[in-house]
C-alpha cells in the first residue's frame, strides 16, 4: 500500500556555488576547467561551489565575466546566503527550543513531510512553514486557544501530545488541498455510503483508496490516508476545511480491514451527523454521546439491525461466518471484528480471516 506525499516546499539555504554549479552543468565545464577560467587552484574552486568560500568584490567580476550576469548579481547572491547563514545559526530561544520538542520532527522528516536540515533554526523555519504560521504566538492561538484545541480534546489521544496530532492533521489538510472536490452535499454522501460499503470486499488499498476518494469526492469529501508520527494514536478525524469541502482522514494505524472500515463508516457518520466540528479518533474513544452515536452509526451501517440476532448466533464457526458474509456483502473481517467487540469470540481468535495492511 503506497501514497504519494504532498509536501509543502520551504525556502531553502542554497549556497552562490549552487546556481554556479548547475551552469557548469549545463554547460558541460568540469570544476577543473571552471578552477582555471577564474584563476583560482581546484581546492578554492571546490570551496566556492559548495559555499565555503566567500565572493569578494574581486572574484564577483571575474564570476561575471566567465559566467554571466552582473557583478552585482554574485555580490547579492552572496550577501543573502552568509544572511540567511547567520541567521540559521543563531541559538534557538527558550520557548523556541521547547516548541520543538512537542512537535514530532523527526518522524515528521522520515515521513518526507519537512526536509531534513541541518541547523536547529532551520527546523524551526521549516515547521513554522509547515502549519502555515508566522511565529509560535500564532500557532498557540489556533492549537491551544482556539477552538481547534477544544475539538482535539474529545479524545484521550491528545494529551499530552497535541503537537503530534496538531501535525498529523495539518498533513491531512495539505494533502486534501490535493484533491478536487465537488461542493458538500450532505445527502448525496449518505447515498453513496452504500458504495464504499460494497468496497469492504476488495482486498487491494491501491484499488479501493483512489476509487474511495473519487465517489466521496463527488460529494465534497476529500479521504487522506497519512500515517501518523510518533506521539500521535490517532487512527481516524474529520474537519471541515471549508463550508464546502470536508476532510476524512485515516491512518490505517492497525493494519487491518475491521479496523479500517469501522473507522471509515464511524468518521462518516462524524460528517453526517454532527456537522462542522473536528473529530479526531484514538484507540480509547471518548464516551461522548458523539462518539458514540458514530460507532452505532458504523456498526449498523456494516452489520444491518436485522442481521444482529444472526451474526450473535454464529460464534466462531468460520464456515458460517464466511457465507453470512457473503451474504451482507461485507468481508469476513468485519463479521469477526464485530463478533470480538461482542465478546462473542476472543480479540484474537478468527484473526486468520481478516485482510492485513503494510505500508510499502
Request: aromatic letters at 10%.
Amino acid at each position: 500500500m503506497m501514497l504519494e506525499n504532498h509536501v509543502f516546499k520551504p525556502s531553502q539555504l542554497i549556497p552562490p556555488g549552487e546556481t554556479i554549479s548547475d551552469i557548469l552543468e549545463e554547460r558541460k565545464i568540469t570544476t577543473s576547467d571552471f578552477a582555471q577560467g577564474i584563476g583560482v587552484a581546484y581546492e578554492i574552486a571546490s570551496k566556492l561551489l559548495i559555499g565555503e568560500f566567500v565572493i569578494n568584490n574581486e572574484l564577483a567580476v571575474i564570476l561575471s565575466g566567465v559566467l554571466g550576469a552582473s557583478p552585482s548579481f554574485w555580490l547579492n547572491r552572496e550577501e543573502s546566503y552568509r544572511a540567511q547563514l547567520s541567521e540559521l545559526n543563531t541559538p534557538l530561544t527558550s520557548e523556541e527550543d521547547s516548541w520543538l520538542k512537542e512537535i514530532p520532527v523527526s518522524t515528521m522528516q522520515k515521513n518526507g513531510w519537512i526536509p531534513k536540515v541541518a541547523y536547529p533554526a532551520q527546523n524551526l523555519r521549516n515547521c513554522l512553514s509547515f502549519f502555515d504560521v508566522p511565529d509560535i504566538s500564532s500557532w498557540k492561538k489556533i492549537y491551544t486557544s482556539g477552538s481547534e484545541l477544544a475539538a482535539f480534546r474529545t479524545s484521550p489521544a491528545f494529551d499530552p501530545k497535541l503537537g503530534a496530532v496538531a501535525a498529523w492533521l495539518r498533513q491531512g489538510e495539505i494533502e486534501a488541498d490535493f484533491i478536487d472536490c465537488s461542493p458538500w452535499d450532505k445527502d448525496r454522501f449518505y447515498a453513496v455510503l452504500q458504495e464504499a460499503r460494497c468496497l469492504t470486499t476488495q482486498e487491494d488499498p491501491n484499488i479501493f483508496i483512489p476509487e474511495l476518494q473519487k465517489i466521496f469526492a463527488a460529494c465534497g469529501v476529500a479521504v487522506v490516508i497519512a500515517r501518523t508520527p510518533d506521539g500521535c494514536q490517532a487512527s481516524g478525524a474529520t474537519k471541515f476545511i471549508s463550508d464546502e469541502k470536508a476532510m476524512l482522514m485515516l491512518s490505517f494505524r492497525h493494519l487491518s480491514d475491521d479496523h479500517f472500515w469501522f473507522t471509515l463508516f464511524h468518521e462518516a457518520a462524524h460528517l453526517i451527523l454532527h456537522g462542522d466540528v473536528v473529530f479526531v479518533e484514538s484507540e480509547h474513544c471518548s464516551d461522548s454521546v458523539q462518539e458514540q452515536e458514530a460507532n452505532t452509526f458504523s456498526a449498523d451501517f456494516l452489520i444491518p439491525v436485522e442481521y444482529k440476532s444472526e451474526l450473535k448466533s454464529l460464534g466462531s464457526d468460520i464456515r458460517k461466518i464466511l457465507k453470512f458474509s457473503k451474504r451482507l456483502g461485507v468481508s469476513p473481517g468485519i463479521v469477526v471484528g464485530q463478533l470480538q467487540y461482542l465478546g462473542i469470540v476472543k480479540h484474537y481468535h478468527l484473526q486468520k480471516l481478516k485482510v492485513r495492511y503494510k505500508w510499502a
